[in-house]
T-cell receptor
Framework: DAKTTQPPSMDCAEGRAANLPCNHS???????VYWYRQIHSQGPQYIIHGLKNNETNEMASLIITEDRKSSTLILPHATLRDTAVYYCIVMPEGQGFSFIFGKGTRLLVKP | DTGVSQDPRHKITKRGQNVTFRCDPI?????LYWYRQTLGQGPEFLTY????????KSRLLSDRFSAERPKGSFSTLEIQRTEQGDSAMYLC????????????????FGPGTRLLVL
């Protein structure tokens, strides 16, 4: 079973920030938080990952709480092309571990 | 571009037929994963390879399923005697070895093969 909990759906206005929450209260010390998204009929797309510190890249920012029990993915200026299912996954450090996906959050960006 | 291609992108077959899917990495990746995704669900792990060795299989991988990675590069996933319950998207993902200590190796997914069994 997935170790994360996400709301099933969210809406966001185009141009506004989209803040997608994820709970992972049973996360272990060596587990990373990963975010992927899946646009309809495509394979999952990597967005960002982090361990303890907040992370930012050209796609998004990842805010991880100090106790690491939850995180938020921020898309700073959502566009219609950001409409997708967003998955939050925890993954142990190292190789050879498969991702365990939940159902994710379906984000709808509205004009 | 994730560096992964899958072929075919779509496959329609009749129940009882055999099908084979292929995953081609564009560059070298030592780990290759197969996932299955049914409608409305997240992807589910099927199996993975380190180079040519198949190291883990999910209980979802029944004896009708077989996967190979003969030279440690491309991989094939075959389903024999297909059933309607096999209808799904089959995804391939690649993971490279970490270049720096402490770096986590991200998995990059291909576009998937969508199978419909009639």
């Amino acid at each position: 079973d997935a170790k994360t909990t996400q709301p099933p759906s969210m809406d966001c206005a185009e141009g506004r920030a989209a803040n997608l929450p994820c709970n992972h209260s049973t996360i272990s010390g060596n587990e990373y938080v990963y975010w992927y998204r899946q646009i309809h009929s495509q394979g999952p797309q990597y967005i960002i990952h982090g361990l303890k510190n907040n992370e930012t890249n050209e796609m998004a920012s990842l805010i991880i709480t100090e106790d690491r029990k939850s995180s938020t993915l921020i898309l700073p200026h959502a566009t219609l092309r950001d409409t997708a299912v967003y998955y939050c996954i925890v993954m142990p450090e190292g190789q050879g571990f498969s991702f365990i996906f939940g159902k994710g959050t379906r984000l709808l960006v509205k004009p | 571009d994730t560096g992964v291609s899958q072929d075919p992108r779509h496959k329609i077959t009749k129940r009882g037929q055999n099908v084979t899917f292929r995953c081609d990495p564009i560059s070298e990746h030592n780990r290759l994963y197969w996932y299955r995704q049914t409608l409305g669900q997240g992807p589910e792990f099927l199996t993975y390879f380190q180079n040519e060795a198949q190291l883990e299989k999910s209980r979802l991988l029944s004896d009708r399923f077989s996967a190979e990675r003969p030279k440690g590069s491309f991989s094939t996933l075959e389903i024999q005697r297909t059933e309607q319950g096999d209808s799904a998207m089959y995804l391939c993902a690649l993971q490279a070895a970490a270049q720096t200590s402490g770096d986590q190796e991200t998995q990059y997914f291909g576009p998937g093969t969508r199978l419909l069994v009639l």
